[in-house]
């Protein structure tokens, strides 16, 4: 991948996640904490259900389309098909998960619509993406993740300043399924109209491929034990520790992801493609390691800035009253580097073929992080909730780095040379994240 199309990715993914923050301050100023803890209990439910809904595909697309061979339009047609059943399958299942926790303030005559048509659009929307990213560029990618944002976020706020909190759930349905109708319409107007080719990987193709839905199931198990586990944890906060509570934490936590977005991005569609088709084990350990250094660089530097900086982003981002969550930003501002590394061990494992090694990183951390938080859940403090995902998360980094180690003689962390400096940088950036964490929590509180 060109430098020039990773920095798209990486500022599409930036402007997406200002788009958002523009949506979680209307919802704040609006309907205060408690109604950003139902948008974030919704939006966390509608996740859970479409992990299971999409039954691995985001993941096997790639793979399944360079190792059998398979073009655009077949691979479409084989995705629709599969997606048809599970989907369908998915839409009572979330209207089950959504319907304790949100019934009381929400009637079932929104919640159901509302889980049809979000979890149509949660769908859809990754799919398109894996698509454009395997046969046409990033490029696109990024075009379809800008349109997105901004057509979902507008139409979200002119349905939510129509109607009230009455119909939040179904304010949130409808701007996502206007988002992706428009990124389609944008992308198939303005992209382009050559179809490329998947990227090449080292196994061979087959003229005979499995069925898509044999050949996902593997990596199905894999997102519904590691990924659901921390797509789960909104929810869980709502229905542990209340709604406002749950705001707080969701307010943090969609802040939190900013840095974390923008370097995901380039973990998913440029590491994974370079570790698959390197020649050598050499070559493997050079990508790990520059990428395992931008982790670390980049992911220090926003952590610290966020952390030191949390009560005025929490005032921007959202209001005054958001304030009482600036230890818990601080404290998920820093769970995001050993997050991030533990991405960068999965893709490691992924690409090297070791499939039950990834599951059992995935699953290990992302159960460690739900298990977290849940107990910080439980003493209704944002502060506390924050601080265990943190000690999770470090938790999951250690799994990882064991895991990847002893199967592949690689890690995230063993591939940057030890005693360098940059570890040791990262390591103080830390910790003054660490420290502004504990002085919000005596100023704020939480």
Do not use: D
Request: proline share 4%.
């Amino acid at each position: 991948m060109k430098v020039s199309a990773r920095r798209e990715l990486a500022a599409s993914t930036f402007v997406a996640t200002a788009l958002m923050f523009v949506l979680g301050k209307y919802v704040a100023h609006a309907f205060g904490p408690a109604g950003a803890g139902y948008q974030g209990g919704f939006n966390s439910a509608v996740t859970v259900a479409a992990t299971l809904a999409l039954f691995g595909t985001t993941a096997s697309i790639p793979a399944y389309a360079a190792n059998f061979g398979q073009p655009r339009s077949i691979m479409l047609s084989r995705v629709v098909r599969l997606l048809s059943v599970t989907v369908v399958a998915a839409i009572p299942f979330l209207v089950l998960l959504v319907a304790p926790v949100l019934n009381p303030t929400f009637s079932l005559g929104v919640l159901v619509p509302a889980s049809i048509l979000a979890l149509l659009a949660a769908a859809a929307t990754p799919v398109s993406r894996t698509l454009l990213s395997v046969f046409r560029s990033p490029r696109e990618v990024a075009l379809q993740q800008v349109v997105y944002s901004l057509a979902s976020v507008s139409a979200t706020i002119g349905l939510l300043n129509w109607s009230g909190l009455t119909f939040l759930p179904l304010s949130l349905a409808g701007g996502m399924v206007v988002g992706q109708t428009l990124a389609t319409l944008v992308v198939r107007i303005w992209g382009s109209r050559q179809e490329g080719e998947p990227v090449a990987l080292k196994a061979q193709a087959s003229s005979r491929p499995p069925a898509l839905v044999v050949y996902s199931f593997a990596y199905f198990v894999t997102a519904a034990c590691g990924q659901l586990a921390f797509a789960a944890i909104p929810y869980v906060v709502l229905a542990i520790a209340g709604a406002e509570v749950a705001g707080f934490f969701r307010s943090g936590l969609s802040i939190s992801l900013a840095a974390y977005g923008v370097l995901y991005t380039s973990v998913v569609f440029s590491l994974y493609p370079r570790l698959a088709s390197s020649e050598s084990a050499q070559e493997q350990v050079k990508h790990l390691s520059t990428e395992s250094r931008a982790i670390l660089k980049w992911g220090s530097v926003g952590a610290v800035c966020i952390a030191t900086s949390a009560p005025l982003l929490l005032w921007l981002a959202f209001s005054a009253e958001f304030l009482v969550g600036s230890s818990c930003l601080a404290f998920l501002a820093v769970a995001s580097v050993p997050r991030l590394l533990i991405s960068v061990n999965t893709v490691t494992l992924m690409s090297s073929g070791r499939r039950r090694g990834m599951l059992v990183t995935e699953l290990t951390a992302g159960l460690l992080v739900l298990a977290g938080s849940s107990v910080g859940a439980t003493l209704q403090s944002e502060t506390a909730i924050g601080f265990a995902f943190l000690v999770s998360s470090l938790s999951g980094l250690i799994v990882a780095e064991l895991t990847t180690r002893r199967l592949t003689s690689l890690s995230a962390l063993h591939a940057v040379r030890k005693g360098s400096s940059m570890r040791r940088w990262s390591g103080v950036l830390g910790l003054v994240g660490l420290v502004s964490a504990f002085v919000w929590a005596l100023i704020f509180g939480g």
